[in-house]
């Protein structure tokens, strides 16, 4: 299908032709030929322009002005719907149980904007999830309610030009809270096998991480507590371009460094010897404190370091503290007829038991191991 002419555009020649052709299909429909039925249409335009108190040639104007901004929307609804991952548009039907929330693409409710702003400040306990492989921000809806219904979204509400919607009995906070999925700022997700309807298996193990759902968009948003959904709405990215930005304006700096002014340029050499002295002196500093140990391990053992933590997990400053110290020597083991003593317990008689005692320290011992588990939401 062809867009039509916008205001003020002559219509292409194929256009002509395609107009051409309807026009001769709905004359032999009415058994005339193309000049009657055109004469017939004419006559028909004349009188709908005297009647809008337009001339023809005004009337002709708004008529194609009017199917240009149609078709204008009709292409800007099907671009937001395919945004949405909605493939063809839900079709109105009886009322089913429950609340349901039928999508209308569109301009975002300055409202639901704001609500979801609101939203993303408050702990929703929000857990991260995947949806067509980008991570997103999941949230249950009974979550929301509660904190719709909190105090401090009153106080927020109540303010004055303030654009959240204040509750009242007419509009609750279930009502509230359609206002994201309306405006497409928040949609209703259910968990799903990533390699669901797949005729084979992955081709390599992927490390699966622990509670990352891998999850799809419904296509009927219902609004039940005890479901799950995700903010569409990342908010303003000012963060994000300020850094991207940055990261710009650094990289045109170093490309045009050959224009720098000659004193800048100079400073810039002397501060980059300066970095490369404090990198050889810190390669210089590691190899004394290990000819130091080495030397002392024989000597006087254990042996002696140079600043013990340099290479530890600690800070810049704990890093050089304390200046010296000795070789942490390694717990010994014990012996492993002592262990298997201990291992073997025997009862009143002094007598081994056939079965093994489970004793308590062999439990603590059994339950150290770190395990990771899901456990449900309340």
Not at 192 to 218: F, N, Q, Y
Not at 258 to 271: A, C, E, S, T
Not at 305 to 333: A, H, M
Request: hydrophobic share 40%.
């Amino acid at each position: 299908m062809q867009a039509p002419p916008g205001p003020g555009q002559q219509p292409s020649a194929a256009q002509i032709a395609a107009m051409q052709q309807a026009m001769a299909a709905e004359a032999q429909k009415r058994g005339m030929t193309p000049q009657q039925f055109q004469a017939a249409q004419r006559r028909q335009l004349e009188e709908d322009a005297k009647k809008a108190g337009l001339t023809f040639e005004q009337y002709i104007q708004q008529l194609k002005q009017q199917a240009y901004q149609n078709h204008q929307r009709q292409q800007q609804l099907a671009q937001q719907q395919a945004a949405a991952g909605q493939q063809s548009p839900t079709t109105p039907g009886p009322p089913q149980q429950g609340t349901q929330v039928p999508i209308n693409p569109g301009t975002p409710d300055p409202r639901a904007v704001a609500l979801a702003k609101w939203l993303r400040g408050q702990d929703l306990k929000t857990r991260t999830c995947l949806l067509n492989g980008q991570r997103k921000d999941m949230f249950r809806v009974k979550r929301a309610l509660r904190a719709i219904e909190s105090p401090a979204y009153a106080t927020a509400s109540s303010k004055k030009n303030s654009p959240l919607p204040a509750l009242t009995a007419a509009f609750p906070a279930a009502e509230v809270f359609k206002l994201l999925p309306l405006s497409l700022l928040a949609l209703r997700v259910s968990k799903t096998d990533p390699h669901e309807g797949h005729s084979h298996a992955p081709a390599k193990p992927t490390k699966r991480t622990k509670g990352l759902w891998h999850v799809r968009i419904e296509q009927q948003q219902d609004i039940s507590p005890d479901l799950h959904y995700i903010f569409i709405y990342e908010g303003p990215q000012w963060r994000t371009k300020l850094y991207a930005g940055g990261a710009l304006l650094l990289i045109m700096a170093v490309i045009m460094f050959p224009l720098w002014p000659i004193k800048l340029r100079i400073g810039v050499w002397y501060l980059s010897m300066g970095m490369l002295g404090l990198i050889g002196l810190f390669f210089a500093m590691a190899i004394v404190r290990l000819i130091l140990f080495c030397a002392t391990v024989f000597t006087v053992p254990p042996g002696l370091w140079l600043y013990p933590n340099l290479f530890e997990d600690v800070g810049f400053f704990d890093s050089f503290r304390p200046v010296w110290g000795w070789q942490e020597e390694k717990k010994k083991k014990k012996s492993t007829k002592g262990a298997k003593n201990d291992s073997a317990p025997t009862t009143a008689d002094g007598q081994t038991p056939s079965a093994p005692i489970t004793t308590s320290s062999a439990r603590e011992r059994r339950n150290l191991t770190p395990r990771v588990e899901e456990v449900e939401e309340d």
